[in-house]
């Protein structure tokens, strides 16, 4: 059977999948903890509003108290999946330079189709919520979403032909990610609305199937290894371990400066921006804009918009502009819409929030490219293996500190988190100011080997 290099199928439906299964999950946890604290079946029914606004009705402050309950077990949750991820993400991505990209892909497949069956059987027996500590746990055995992408990228980045094409191929898989978690936000509402968790999950676990079934039977590698190339797990891990101290202690100083300026602004932004968007739902769910699901679908296709527009920046900006400058208009664009969002009190502002917001999704991707652009071929899965481990500590970090932020301020002011997610962007900010001033007015880059194009002239990174 003849097989194709084109991975992009594979990354629209996992991350559409995964879109569908974030809101809702998060919507069946609240459910089930609003059903156990208030003994009462949820309020479902095609009125926006379905919480109290009198703020001294004893059910008000039932509901606040499943705002705290729902907040604190989402991050129990995800912190019980971050530790395995990191270390899977870690050796998985980085072995993809000896071993092949697609087991990047194909395990954290298996782990979201085990969550998801799980899920289904949970949902139409009512099973206990603590169960779910123990499928996170599993779960991380599998991967997750940084070893998805950490594979995905590193693939797509073997495909280009010369730096040019790195930062819209890596942007293309932006947009991608975010058109897919629109659409899947959107959809989410109608399918749960329609039929229900059990079936909602069910589905979920058909998309994986699909994507599944693509990756081993039409999905070629970008890595081909021979029978000779394999090894062992202890000559794995020593050859990920050496490609990490070649990529961070054997390079010249400048390199490693801009290489580790580069990570912490990635890692800045990316805490600030996952933190705030993180608690959206729970946000939503919240008086005074109590959304139903069919709303927190519209809020989520909002996004689309946002990636969409991210892309267009890159494409347009690009032209003009040094990467640098893509990430601060990019951090500023953030900080505009977050600071909306802490006060937005009716759906119109909620939804207009996404208006300032245009180019928040404009600095990661390009953030990639640069630190793709500093680096040999081969330390590629090296480089995106540190971006998998990051992305998870960060993420693992970030749910600890905004939940439980927000379960704290939630009471008195829930936006508080959202003006803190503005504030905490100082960070990369500093960190980019840094980096230019090192750099001064010479190029930014060091790349290691100079790729010419194919009339001959040297490609400017």
């Known amino acids: 059977m003849k097989k194709t290099l084109i991975v992009e199928p594979v990354i629209c439906m996992y991350i559409f999948a995964y879109s569908l299964y974030m809101p809702v999950g998060q919507q069946y946890v609240y459910r089930r903890i609003w059903e156990e604290t208030i003994n009462s079946s949820f309020k479902d029914d095609d009125n926006i509003s379905h919480c109290e606004l009198n703020k001294s009705a004893p059910l008000y402050l039932m509901e606040q108290e499943v705002q705290e309950k729902a907040s604190l077990f989402v991050m129990k949750m995800d912190l019980s999946n971050a530790v395995l991820n990191i270390l899977v993400a870690f050796v998985l991505v980085a072995n993809g330079d000896f071993c092949g990209r ?79 978690f629109g659409l899947g936000g959107l959809s989410s509402g109608f399918i749960l609305k329609g039929i229900g968790f059990t079936w909602t999950f ?86 005074p804009l109590c959304w139903n699901e069919i709303y927190i679908g519209y809020g989520s296709a909002a996004s689309t918009s946002v990636s969409l527009t991210s892309f267009l920046g890159i494409i347009v900006f690009a032209q003009k502009l040094k990467d640098i400058y893509l990430v601060f208009i990019g951090i500023f664009s953030y900080i505009g819409g977050i600071v909306m969002a802490a006060f937005a009190n009716t759906t119109l502002l909620m939804l207009l929030v996404r208006v300032p917001s245009l180019l928040t999704f404009m600095p990661l991707p390009v953030l990639r490219s640069m630190l793709s652009k500093m680096v040999l071929p081969s330390e590629q899965g090296a480089l995106f293996a540190c971006i998998a481990c990051l992305e998870v500590v960060i993420g693992a970090v970030t749910i600890a500190a905004f939940n439980s932020t927000y379960a704290v301020t939630v009471a008195w002011f829930p936006g508080f988190s959202f003006l803190l997610s503005a504030g905490l962007c100082i960070i990369p900010l500093s960190t980019l100011s840094w980096l230019m001033c090192t750099d001064g007015h010479q190029q930014m880059y060091v790349p290691l080997v100079h790729e010419e194009d194919p009339t001959g002239e040297e490609i400017d990174s």
């Open 202 to 287: 069910a589905t979920i676990s058909l998309i994986g199937i699909a994507n599944f079934f693509y990756v081993i039977c039409f999905l070629d590698d970008t890595v081909q290894v021979s029978e000779v190339q394999q090894q062992s797990l202890m000559e794995g891990l020593k050859k990920t371990f050496s490609g990490i101290h070649a990529l961070f202690k054997s390079s010249p100083l400048r390199k490693r400066t801009s290489i580790i300026l580069l990570l912490c602004t990635f890692m800045a932004y990316l805490f600030t921006v996952f933190g705030g968007l993180s608690l959206f739902t729970l946000y939503e769910l919240n008086e």
């Open 102 to 180: 697609k087991i990047s892909l194909i395990l954290p497949l298996v782990g979201n189709l085990v969550s998801s069956i799980f899920l289904s059987i949970m949902s139409y027996y009512s099973l206990s919520l603590s169960f779910l500590y123990a499928l996170a746990f599993i779960s991380g055995l599998f991967g997750g979403m940084a070893t998805f992408l950490g594979g995905a990228f590193a693939f797509i980045v073997e495909l280009c032909e010369n730096h040019k094409q790195k930062t819209i191929r890596i942007a293309v898989v932006d947009l991608i990610y975010g058109l897919a």
